[in-house]
């Protein structure tokens, strides 16, 4: 993730530590050192016409990319602004690794500054958490954010899904009727339960998939994406279930086949072949070998071009910089564009290309293309926060952090045996919960209880070691061990799933190099404050509960047994509340009356041959984790085209 001359200190331990025992296995296990033959090629060197172009090969746009070209008789192009994690040694080895995905999540604009994965994005000043700018981590690379996250793999509640229909006014989007695009892009595999003997049972429906991982763990030809479990759970989240079972949040079956509420270990994007993370980068990977799809790397669209010698424009193609070039070059589109660049850029894209609100596009001087006040408007993003206690008997991540020979054990044994904290996510257990109608007059936020009645308030997830603000994570366990005498530490991570709060991206310049102002507008919404409040007082009772007693070590760590009243922990959510990066709704897939940037197959009003297929698609953020529900899209999205072409 990030260049090893220009890490922090802390992550230069790790980088070293880490790069030393990955020679050392390197020489019994060729696994890392697989060397990828790749099509990056400029436009000097290919044809510069083709039937469809992808911008973004992130999680949506890959997918999109490699079942397009799965027509021979279409040629396909994908312009990715970053480069293939799989050529970058260490950085490689920091996205494959499950337990190093907090590596990249900091919030301050200094944490990974140098990352050569991430876009560095920072949000303006947010005034629902006191006047901080919070880095917010995107994927710049293939892959994009599906090389990030924390490879949750969990379906939304129905009738969230089903809420679409009415926002879109097409009864097509529903739970029932999409159920099949969600089990397209994955192959499953159940735990390994002989590995989890000593955690409660990690429990699946097994309806929820139809494609199964061979006997060897490989994923189905046609369904890259694997969805299994970490060989080791967190030892804090067997704690956690049975707390929250004794506080009344009930074992759930699993959460993807339409119900959310209650407790269990969470399906994950891991390959259990040889424990890496999977992302979308393994569609192309199953697609590599077809010559009409061709993926240009290191290459920033900067504009989508039009053809506007009719009365409805019609997108035709896209400009691109490829590395820092200041040289513009083009490629030609005779179907479709389709912009999959993200919550944040897509709609720069269309904001640069002369789409989107009129004061915004006069006042960078762009002519307007059509206008729609929509675009970059009601993002919608979850939160999350939480408390940390000292804990014994038990191993979290707060000893790797502190103790470089932990950190070096625990990396062997992942290399060697496939075990250990390094194979597991580190949010690997979940619970969801809705309040009673009685407690959201209670708390003046009647305003929920309009959701459907399936869409849960509060999410938790376990997480073995103190967060904080989430600023310098190595930095803050490293701190609270040696405080303690080296005492670990968990933590129950609060996150609203229903929010309120409404943000905007607005655009800086005509330039689509210049990154984005980015305004989540966390915490601005009166109901989200409060709800807030209660999800962190409710965290800090699974704590209490009898079967936690066991393993608590002391008083609470952090915010401190002084922050009680509500201002007080108010006070404390501002200072500490993050981003759980999911970040949407930004051209929102809804009718046009109700503030639509897209129809509901995807294309964008007032112009022709151009789509956006992304999360900033989503009419709605649905509770939870967005990933599978990107992966659906995407495959609805190519079904849409197809149709639309073979008539």
């Not at 995107?138 to 599906?146: A, D, I, P």
């Not at 490989?218 to 506080?247: D, G, H, W």
């Not at 649905?622 to 073979?646: C, F, K, N």
Request: with cysteine; hydrophobic share 35%; glycine share 8%.
């Amino acid at each position: 993730m990030v260049h090893l001359n220009q890490m922090s200190l802390g992550l230069l331990t790790f980088t070293f530590t880490i790069r030393g025992s990955l020679l050392a296995a390197n020489n019994q296990n060729q696994r890392f050192y697989v060397k990828p033959v790749l099509p990056y090629v400029g436009a000097t060197t290919l044809d510069t016409n083709y039937d469809f172009i992808v911008i973004g090969a992130g999680t949506a746009g890959m997918a999109l990319g490699a079942r397009l070209s799965e027509d021979p008789n279409v040629k396909v192009a994908v312009v990715e602004s970053g480069t293939d994690f799989n050529l970058l040694g260490i950085s490689r080895l920091y996205v494959n690794i499950p337990g190093a995905d907090t590596l990249g999540c900091g919030s301050k604009k200094e944490d990974n500054a140098q990352d050569a994965l991430d876009w560095g994005f920072v949000t303006q000043p947010q005034a629902g958490a006191n006047n901080r700018a919070i880095r917010y981590a995107r994927g710049k690379t293939m892959g994009g954010s599906s090389t990030r996250n924390f490879m949750i793999y969990q379906r939304p509640s129905k009738g969230a899904l089903d809420s679409w229909a009415n926002l879109t006014g097409d009864p097509s989007w529903n739970f029932n009727d999409r159920w099949t695009d969600f089990q397209k892009s994955v192959s499953f595999t159940p735990p390994k339960y002989e590995l989890r003997q000593d955690y409660p049972q990690a429990q699946y429906n097994p309806q929820a998939f139809t494609q199964l991982s061979d006997a060897t763990g490989a994923a189905q030809p046609n369904s890259p994406i694997q969805v299994s479990y970490p060989n080791t759970p967190q030892e804090f989240s067997k704690y956690m279930q049975l707390s929250m079972n004794e506080q009344g949040i009930s074992t759930a079956q699993d959460f993807n086949c339409g119900n959310l509420m209650g407790v269990q270990y969470a399906s994950t994007t891991i390959n259990p072949q040889n424990t890496f993370r999977s992302s979308s980068r393994d569609f192309f990977e199953a697609a590599r070998s077809r010559k009409n799809l061709v993926v240009y790397t290191r290459s920033t669209v900067t504009k989508i071009l039009f053809d506007t010698s009719s009365q409805t424009p019609r997108a035709m193609g896209v400009t691109f910089r490829r590395n820092l070039e200041k040289k513009e070059r083009s490629l030609y589109a005779a179907r479709e564009v389709i912009v999959s660049a993200g919550a944040f850029q897509s709609p720069q894209l269309l904001m640069v290309s002369g789409i989107g609100p009129r004061d915004q596009l006069v006042a960078n001087n762009i002519p307007v293309l059509v206008e729609n006040p929509n675009v970059g408007q009601g993002m919608e993003d979850h939160v999350f926060f939480g408390p940390s206690y000292p804990v014994r008997s038990i191993h979290t991540s707060t000893e790797i952090a502190a103790h470089p020979d932990i950190l070096a054990r625990s990396y062997t044994n992942w290399t060697t045996r496939q075990l250990g904290p390094f194979t597991n996510n580190g949010a690997d257990l979940l619970a969801f919960e809705k309040l009673s109608n009685q407690n959201l007059r209670a708390l003046d936020a009647e305003v929920l209880s309009r959701y459907p009645s399936d869409w849960p308030h509060i999410e938790y997830l376990s997480s073995g070691g103190v967060t904080g603000d989430f600023s310098g994570l190595k930095a803050q366990n490293d701190l609270a061990s040696r405080k303690s005498g080296g005492k670990n530490f968990a933590t129950i991570l609060a996150a609203l799933v229903a929010p309120r709060s409404r943000g905007s991206v607005k655009i800086a310049s005509s330039d689509a190099t210049v990154l984005p102002l980015i305004d989540p507008a966390w915490l601005t919404d009166p109901v989200d404050q409060r709800m807030a409040i209660t999800a962190f007082r409710r965290a800090r009772q699974f704590f209490t509960a009898q079967s936690m007693q066991p393993i608590i070590d002391g008083e609470e760590y952090s915010p401190g047994p002084s922050v009680q009243s509500d201002a007080q922990i108010l006070n404390w959510l501002r200072d500490n509340v993050m981003t759980v990066w999911h970040a949407a709704c930004t051209c929102s897939m809804k009718t046009q009356e109700k503030g639509g940037v897209i129809d509901s197959q995807f294309r964008v009003y007032g112009v022709q041959g151009l789509r956006v297929v992304d999360a900033s698609s989503f009419p709605s953020l649905p509770p939870g984790h967005p990933q599978s529900t990107i992966y659906m899209m995407a495959e609805r999205a190519v079904d849409l085209i197809r149709h639309t072409w073979q008539s």
